[in-house]
């Protein structure tokens, strides 16, 4: 599925929300959809939830309207962070546009950030898609949290940003940090269409 | 108003506004032909009283002969009241009369004023009769304007209806740098760009920010940045520069959306939503969206405009001729314009035909003789091949010869003999010329075009008589070429052979002559009284039939038929048939 359908005069851009689980990538789209005007909001799915953990993936389709003629909607998923559900973030992963990789910036959890960064570039060469090529940012989530528990935004792009990518602290609870993200990986999918080649996963 | 402040080139357009400027433009080239009247309306601010200068600047300066009016509503009735004061009624009324082109401001000012209702109705009236163009513009459509008379009403929106909307991003930039360049202010990189995210309901808001702009750079000593608009703007309304995330961030895709997409594509796909929007199918534009070259867009859109504009009027036409072909789906889609033509012309032939051969005029009774058996004969042919063998089948002759009676019997013929000829237009030359004048008054040339191309085959008698009448001639031309394309036959009948046509054009007199020409004389009194003596039983052959003059044709004599050829050349062949006691022009092709 091309982002730039000309026939049919769509924009469509698919975003996921990466990360280990509990991190805060479904917070992230409930702060999305909070601030969506209600007029033009849709619906918010979240299937196969048990307690506050996503077993399958959280989806929340974001209509811009028409933007220069063209119908411009981004879909944002998440994936299941749990390490067991390794297809499911696989199969969700397929067809990204961009990423956002929510960090729990906690300090005990960053063993979990890196492992969750790994099976995400794992995923994405088994997709072939090369992990350089993909547009990715940052949102470095509960920084909320007393600052002993916390890890500082410098300290986690020192750890996971070892490729200079955008990064945004935040608290996705409070939405602190969520649109910034969003907004910088929209930006990054939407410029590499005036490359030549840009490859989906 | 009309000094040339405004006009259409310092009047950006986009999306919001392009059918309005392509309509205003339409009726500042050829006021009173296109859209009459033209009716614009739009929240204040966004253009209209420009677009109605703009038309009256455009229009003298094509026209400088041309009395173009411009007055808002409040004007006209300060204009009224001086002269009802006055009791020069009358002269107020006159005044406006002469007038080429009235463009009227504010049209909404007319709820609730009776008089000046009841005055513009009657000046409407008398500007439409004289085919004067009027161009109105309004804060409201017709039909929201409280208190106005339903005639006038009407009127109004007999036209085009155009609304002008707020202007886009794209226009918004495009608007701030060309008043930026209007008043050679320069701003750094980005700044407009910012200034254009404001969301502002109007031009005139617009304006209102980018002054702010200029007052703040002026007491600037470093050139203004982006990021110095927003705080601009946040203290202009009174806020900190946090603005609404989602529309922050939906103002953010739309810039980076309109970088990516090729300007042309956004165009049109932009020119695509507005007309699909409208129900219009737009398939046909779609596939030049695939493309990897820009097509040329001016005219992709000034086509489809067009076609839509026609499909419009065929619908029209079908509602008016029969009520259930309103509404097909053929009427939606400029790719099927052929397809929509048809049902139109389908619906002329079946409610609305064109004049119809007379009836008691057929080929059996009419007396053949020497002089018309090449014209009977020529006439059989066509009658049994019809647009094939003789097209168009030229009869000339003397009055009297019968040339009249053949026409109208080859058009019976063709009517009777089935086979896809259902419907012929016999018409004589000054009747057509008639039918012409008349539509030209009524604006109706098309509708009557459409009646003459409905037909399956077409029969002018007397063409001699189209002599000097060059709009008739002119019509003729592009019928007669429409019919021959269509494989129609078209049958003529003249006093003189083409090439002696007197003040007929060249272009009508060689496609006389591209089929066959062929003279027609009277009958002998013998062979006529032989017509009418009654053949004896058995004896059939001897009389003067068709069949007669077609076994006569196949055995005379060769020696006897005396070919001197008058003229040859790659199309033609005329001869003296001495014979057949006439000339025959052959053609060859």
Same mark, same amino acid.
């Given at each position: 599925m091309p982002i730039f359908n000309y026939a049919a005069r769509e924009i469509t851009c698919k975003i996921v929300y990466y990360g280990p689980g509990r991190s805060g990538k479904t917070s992230s789209l409930q702060a999305i959809y909070a601030k969506i005007p209600a007029g033009r909001r849709g619906t918010m799915y979240s299937l196969a939830t048990q307690g506050d953990l996503t077993l399958f993936f959280d989806y929340l389709p974001l209509e811009l309207g028409r933007i220069s003629g063209y119908l411009t909607r981004f879909q944002l998923y998440t994936v299941p962070g749990q390490p067991q559900y390794a297809q499911t973030r696989r199969l969700v992963l397929h067809g990204a546009d961009g990423i956002v990789f929510v960090a729990d910036s906690q300090l005990a959890r960053m063993e979990e950030n890196l492992d969750s960064l790994r099976d995400m570039h794992e995923a994405l060469l088994v997709h072939g898609v090369d992990p350089r090529s993909v547009p990715l940012v940052f949102h470095y989530n509960k920084q909320d949290l007393p600052e002993p528990l916390v890890a500082r935004p410098a300290e986690l792009d020192a750890v996971l940003n070892f490729r200079g990518m955008p990064s945004f602290p935040g608290d996705a609870l409070r939405g602190r940090g969520v649109f910034e993200a969003l907004r910088a990986v929209s930006v990054q999918v939407l410029r590499r269409f005036a490359e030549p080649a840009h490859p989906r996963i | 108003m009309l000094d040339g402040r405004y006009r259409f080139d310092n009047f950006v357009v986009g999306a919001s506004n392009r059918l309005a400027v392509s309509a205003a433009r339409s009726v500042a080239e050829s006021p009173g032909s296109s859209y009459n009247p033209l009716f614009f309306y739009s929240e204040s601010g966004l253009g209209k009283t420009h677009l109605l200068a703009a038309i009256g600047y455009h229009a003298c300066k094509l026209r400088p002969d041309l009395r173009v009016e411009y007055l808002a509503v409040d004007e006209l009735v300060d204009r009224l009241n001086v002269a009802v004061e006055l009791g020069q009624a009358e002269r107020f009324a006159q005044r406006f009369a002469d007038v080429h082109v009235l463009l009227l401001d504010d049209v909404q000012a007319l709820a609730g004023r009776a008089e000046t209702q009841s005055e513009l109705l009657r000046l409407f009236n008398a500007l439409q009769q004289a085919g004067r163009q009027m161009v109105m513009a309004s804060d409201r459509p017709p039909q929201e304007i409280a208190d106005v008379d339903r005639r006038l009403l009407t009127r109004m929106a007999g036209g085009l209806i155009v609304d002008i909307g707020p202007p886009e991003y794209e226009t918004r930039v495009a608007i701030l740098r060309a008043k930026c360049a209007e008043r050679g202010l320069v701003f750094g990189s980005g700044v407009l760009e910012e200034l254009a995210r404001v969301p502002s309901r109007n031009v005139r808001e617009l304006q209102g920010w980018l002054n702010r702009l200029v007052a703040q %750079? =002026?007491? =600037?000593?470093?050139?203004?940045?982006? $990021?110095?608009?927003?705080?601009?703007?946040? &203290?202009?309304? #009174? *806020?900190?520069?946090?603005?609404?995330? +989602?529309? =922050? +961030? $939906? &103002?953010?895709?739309? *810039?980076? $959306? *309109? %970088? =990516? $997409?090729?300007?042309?594509?956004?165009?049109?796909?932009? +020119?695509?939503? &507005?007309?699909? #929007?409208? #129900?219009?199918?737009?398939?046909?534009?779609?596939? +030049?969206?695939e493309a990897k070259e820009p097509p040329d867009l001016d005219k992709l859109e000034a086509d489809f405009v067009s076609a839509v504009r026609r499909l419009q009027w065929l619908e029209r036409e079908a509602a008016r001729l029969d009520p259930k072909l309103a509404g097909l789906e053929v009427f939606r889609d400029p790719e099927r314009l052929d397809e929509a033509e048809g049902v139109v012309q389908r619906a002329m032939a079946a409610f609305d035909p064109p004049p119809a051969p007379n009836s008691d005029l057929d080929v059996e009774s009419l007396v053949a003789g020497g002089a018309n058996q090449l014209a009977l004969k020529a006439a059989a042919e066509v009658i049994a091949f019809p647009g094939e063998r003789y097209n168009p089948l030229y009869i000339y002759g003397p009055r009297g010869c019968g040339k009249t009676h053949l026409a109208h019997a080859i058009g019976n013929a063709l009517r009777a003999r089935g086979g896809g000829v259902s419907t012929v237009a016999c018409v004589t030359a000054s009747a057509m010329t008639e039918e012409v004048i008349i539509a030209l008054q009524e604006d109706g040339l098309e509708r009557w075009r459409m009646r003459y191309r409905a037909a399956d085959a077409l029969v002018i008698d007397d063409v001699h008589e189209l002599a000097g009448k060059e709009r008739t001639q002119d019509e003729l031309f592009h019928l007669f070429n429409a019919m021959l394309r269509d494989g129609k036959q078209v049958v003529l009948t003249a006093d003189a052979p083409p090439g002696e046509l007197f003040d007929i054009a060249t272009r009508l007199r060689t496609r006389f002559e591209g089929g066959l020409v062929v003279e027609m004389g009277r009958v002998s009194e013998a062979e006529r009284t032989a017509h009418r003596t009654p053949v004896p039983e058995g004896a059939e052959a001897a009389a003067p039939t068709i069949d007669f003059w077609d076994d006569a044709l196949d055995v005379v004599p060769e020696e006897k038929v005396q070919f001197a050829p008058l003229l040859v050349d790659r199309e033609k062949l005329i001869v003296d048939w001495g014979a057949m006691d006439g000339r025959v022009v052959e053609e060859l092709r």
């Open positions: - | %750079q =002026s007491l =600037s000593a470093v050139p203004l940045e982006p $990021v110095d608009v927003r705080a601009l703007v946040a &203290r202009s309304r #009174g *806020s900190t520069p946090v603005a609404n995330e +989602f529309d =922050s +961030f $939906v &103002r953010e895709i739309a *810039s980076v $959306v *309109s %970088q =990516s $997409v090729d300007r042309w594509r956004a165009r049109l796909a932009e +020119f695509v939503a &507005r007309w699909a #929007g409208e #129900g219009i199918r737009t398939a046909y534009l779609e596939r +030049f969206l």
